[in-house]
């Protein structure tokens, strides 16, 4: 069952809404995102998988509505979003919550961690006051924080420690669906492996549906199901994990693959095989986002964008495929 | 708070300032029961006790250790009585203006677009004129009194908490935690109270301290001038402003005692905000 | 074929005395550095690297303190030079590379003023002479039209540009030591790699050393020669790549090399290290892993930090180690 639908989804940020800028008609977009569309099925990791700036952040995002789209829809269970009620999305918002990738700045440093949590519990009155002790206890719990810590400041715990109070935060109104963004990538090595155990554990226990948004890719192949990689506010390829990690298609998919360090004993001549870097958002590129780096790319692909389509069970936005 | 008192106890100037402000503010709260008359209760003065000196010259009085002055008033009487109202005016006025500050601040900060505009507009009007100057000029057309001065004070100090406000809210406005408050739907105006208010707070506490100070010092020039606190209250500003009339006569106790206790008052405070801006400062750690 | 030894440390010990009690950042580490070679640095925030990379070029600012250690370069004890002769070590012989490229540019200066000066200052070039260097510097680090890049001022160029310009500012004074910490951190994977075969190439052709700091055990195995790995102020194991990696003799090494999820292994739960590094101020006594470690014994409460003989070219301080059969770890080649 597709638990989430996002359609055409487009997302520009004016940067320049200078009081000058605004006289001269100059103000200029930040293409953040350029007509995405992808589902999630229930239950299942979706990771989006691209380089900073490519608008893997901004989609989740968007989705949670922390931002309007500029165009395209997102449905949740088969209803738009955008012709809900506002009492419909204040409910919604038990069903989406999110987990943030810096665990210093996603708690406040001026409240306890009771308060945290019982932030959003009390908000959407999930439980009574009497029991509202022990469900945060049992959440606490669950996420592996020692109960006694309750009236503790953010300050007090470690990294790893505030990641799994801001679990427990998102995990407090029951949801079904969690946006993940970059969780681990601001931990240390050892306790990302600890906190990405955890989020496994507890999509096991509460049926959660994922969009994990990384740039890791051993990270995503961990927890995945399907993986999206994104490039410019695109996606050039979509699929199943096991497809895309056992042959990646995308000219573009297989640098990223080439470039990520793996263990090993020997040392490479040349991990890099990509040159140049990803061009300004401000002013997109005629043709495929990808042309002014590709190695394979012809005249068609200074002057088409490629459309996403199947091949070999997967989809692909790319001319020479 | 455990941070605080480390660096308190390994900074020699704070805790002297700390001690006088302490022992100022103490004994103006107390003063009835400290100095042996209320100098502007006209049963207790004689004219006959006009202008002693100091106790220690010549023709000095036991009943008057600073002196007196022409109504037969003790001087340190005086000053207690009239450092009472200065931080009563110093204190209500910061809040006043800190509640009208900060307010604007966190609301032109947090919402943007034309409500940041006009509020910063007023404010930048507001600045143009000197703080001074407008002062004098609504005092002059409304009168003295204590609780006009107040008013008159915190409106027009309010823009220097409204832009520090300001600025701290759009740092933090965008942060993870106030995202994670609107995921769970909270309204405006709980994550204003809740989730930016308190995270400003250090860098206002801080102007507050100066602040209290300097409008110290605007109530005390008001008084001098003239159209501060009336002439029935005391006033360190009016002592001031008196005995300067008479300083060429030797009488040079009436405007030394009101005058240093003065300079105490604001260094002291002085001292303490610098030092509190240096320790809650962040990048200073 | 022995090649020879370019720095050598020796029981370097450097603390921080904060409100708090004092840091014990580095405890007393010993190591050395060849010529042209590359030495990877592991380990966790807190573990001590970055400080031990500082403390090479007496970089350490009050409450920090260089409590004891030697550091030869070349045979001379950096330790005992005064300050006026170690600032033509810094930035000349040994230079240094920083995770964030922001903080080592100066934000008011183009990129092309910033290099003349370090020519002109450590090698006492003529302007036109910095100049036409400064121009060869930029085009060897990969920038494109370099003479126009040298007018432009460090936020004009993207992330990776400005890693490319310090990687110049540090090989402008040809230097024989490189300090690397966490120069690819704050990119991008495909920057990253740019970056990280630029440092491969042009420290090959020059024969400089590398001490490369990370906390990225992937990437340093993909291009050192030597790896140290670092736990709360200690090195508790090191030797050749190949060794560490295949042979990891440390149950931190081998928690870490396990606790990484491996592209091409399909594993359901990753193996976890519990628990956290204890805190600097407040250092146990014996082994400094031994309260996540899952193979610790009474005698590891109170053992010293000994190096033992694992292999050739591969030492570590866990006794285990030497006892336990040795686990090879699977899919890593």
């Known amino acids: 069952m597709k638990l989430l639908e996002v359609n055409n989804l487009k997302k520009h940020f004016s940067v320049n809404d200078s009081f000058l800028a605004n006289l001269l008609n100059k103000n200029s977009q930040v293409h953040a995102v350029n007509g995405v569309s992808f589902s999630i099925n229930k239950g299942e990791t979706l990771s989006l998988v691209g380089e900073s700036g490519c608008g893997k952040s901004t989609i989740g995002r968007t989705i949670l509505g922390l931002y309007e789209p500029t165009e395209g829809e997102i449905s949740y269970c088969g209803k738009k979003i955008s012709q809900m009620s506002k009492k419909e999305k204040f409910g919604l918002k038990e069903k ?65 420690q505030r990641q799994r109070i801001g679990i427990a935060r998102s995990l ?7 946006v993940a963004d970059e969780p681990i990538s601001a931990l240390d090595v050892s306790i990302q492996a600890q906190i990405l155990n955890l989020l496994m554990d507890l999509q096991d226990e509460f049926d959660l549906t994922f969009l994990f948004i990384a740039h890791d890719l051993s990270v995503v192949k961990h927890i995945s199901d399907r993986v999206a990689i994104m490039y410019l506010g695109k996606i050039f390829e979509i699929g199943d994990k096991k497809d895309i990690f056992a042959e990646p298609l995308h000219p573009y998919t297989k640098a990223l693959f080439n470039s990520i360090p793996e263990l090993t004993t020997t040392t490479k001549e040349n991990f890099s095989v990509l040159s140049g870097n990803v061009p300004d958002p401000i002013q997109l590129p005629q043709g495929c986002y990808f042309h002014s780096r590709c190695k394979y790319a012809e005249k068609i692909c200074l002057k088409k964008e490629p459309e996403l389509k199947e091949v070999n069970g997967r989809k692909v936005a790319c001319h020479q495929l | 708070m455990k941070d605080l008192i480390y660096y308190f106890k ?85 809040i006043l203006g800190g509640i009208i500050g900060v307010t604007l601040g966190m609301v032109a900060g947090y919402f943007g677009g034309k409500i940041d505009s006009i509020i910063m507009r007023m404010a930048d009007i507001q600045l143009s004129f000197p703080t001074m100057l407008i002062a004098i000029t609504v005092m002059a057309f409304l009168g003295r ?33 106030v995202e994670a408050a609107k995921l769970i739907g909270i309204n405006n105006t709980k994550i204003l109270i ?92 | 074929m022995q090649r020879e030894k370019i720095l050598e440390v020796k029981n370097l010990k450097t603390f921080f ?13 010993n190591f050395n550095l060849k010529k042209g070679e590359i030495l990877g640095i592991v380990g966790e925030s807190g573990a001590g690297k970055s400080v031990t990379g500082f403390s090479l070029l007496r970089l350490i600012d009050p409450p920090g303190e260089i409590l004891e250690g030697s550091i030869k370069f070349k045979g001379q004890d ?21 995770q964030d490229p922001m903080a080592s540019l100066n934000p008011v200066l183009t990129i092309g003023q910033q290099l003349i000066e370090v ?8 302007r036109k002479k910095a100049k036409n260097r400064a121009v060869e510097l930029l085009n060897m680090v990969g920038i494109s039209s370099p003479g126009k890049r040298m007018k432009h001022y460090p936020n004009q160029l993207s992330g990776g540009m400005r890693q490319r310009v310090v990687v110049a500012i540090a090989l402008a004074s040809d230097p024989e030591v490189i300090i690397a910490d966490e120069p690819t951190t704050a990119l991008d994977v495909t920057i990253q790699a740019q970056i990280i075969n630029l440092m491969q190439n042009l420290i090959k052709d020059r024969q400089t050393s590398l001490i490369f700091i990370t906390h990225d055990l992937a990437l340093v195995s993909e291009i050192a020669d030597r790896i140290l790995v670092m736990y709360a102020g200690d090195i508790i194991e090191y030797g050749s790549k190949g060794s560490i990696i295949s042979n990891p003799a440390h149950p931190y090494t081998q928690g870490l090399i396990n606790s990484i999820p491996v592209l091409d292994k399909n594993q359901k739960r990753l193996k976890q290290i519990k628990g956290l590094m204890p805190s600097p101020l407040d250092l146990p006594a014996g082994c400094k892993f031994r309260s996540r470690c899952s193979k610790k014994t009474d005698y590891c409460k109170n053992r010293d930090n000994e190096f033992k003989k694992i292999s050739n070219n591969h030492y570590s301080t866990c006794s285990e180690a030497c006892q336990l059969k040795k686990e090879l770890i699977a899919g890593v080649g």
């Open chain 3, 78 to 98: 950096l330790m005992k030079m005064n300050e006026r002769d170690m600032i033509k070590i810094r930035g000349k012989k040994i230079s240094m590379i920083f």
């Open chain 2, 194 to 285: 809740r989730h930016i208010l308190p995270n400003i707070l250090t860098p206002i506490i801080v102007i507050a301290t100066v602040q209290i100070a300097q409008v110290i010092m605007l109530e005390a020039t008001l008084s001098f001038l003239g159209i501060g606190v009336p002439l029935t209250e005391p006033s360190l500003g009016l002592m001031i402003s008196d005995g300067y009339k008479r300083l060429l006569s030797g009488k040079w106790w009436l405007v030394v005692f009101p005058g240093g206790f003065l300079v105490m008052i604001v260094l002291s405070i002085n001292i303490i905000g610098d030092w509190l801006r240096d320790v809650l400062n962040p990048k200073l750690k």
């Open chain 1, 96 to 160: 989406m919550q999110m987990i943030f990738q810096d665990p210093f700045s996603s708690l406040n440093p001026r409240q306890k961690v009771k308060d945290i949590i019982q932030e959003p519990i009390r908000s959407h009155n999930i439980v009574s006051r009497e029991e509202e002790k022990d469900y945060i206890l049992n959440l606490l719990d669950k996420v592996g924080v020692d109960g006694s810590y309750l009236n503790r400041y953010p300050h007090q715990f470690s990294g790893g």
């Open chain 2, 10 to 94: 390994r900074d020699k100037m704070v805790i002297i300032a700390t001690i006088i402000l302490t022992v100022i503010i103490l004994s103006s709260i107390f003063a009835n029961f400290i100095v042996p008359h209320n100098p502007y209760d006209l049963a207790s003065v004689s004219l006959m006790d006009s202008m002693k000196p100091p106790i220690w010259m010549k023709n000095g009085v036991d009943k008057f250790l600073l002196g007196s002055d022409l109504q037969g008033r003790g001087i340190l009487s005086t000053i207690l009585y009239g450092t009472r109202i200065s931080l009563l005016v110093g204190f209500s006025a910061v």
């Open chain 3, 17 to 29: 005395n904060t409100k708090d009690g004092v840091v014990k950042a580095v405890n007393g580490v």
């Open chain 3, 119 to 126: 020519l002109q200052f450590h090698l006492n070039y003529r």
């Open chain 2, 145 to 177: 009194g204590i609780f006009k001065l107040i008013v008159v004070i915190g409106l027009a100090t309010w823009v220097t908490y409204a832009r520090t406000a300001r600025g701290s809210t759009l740092s933090i406005k965008n942060s993870e935690y």
């Open chain 1, 172 to 178: 407090s109104m029951e949801p079904d669906f969690i």
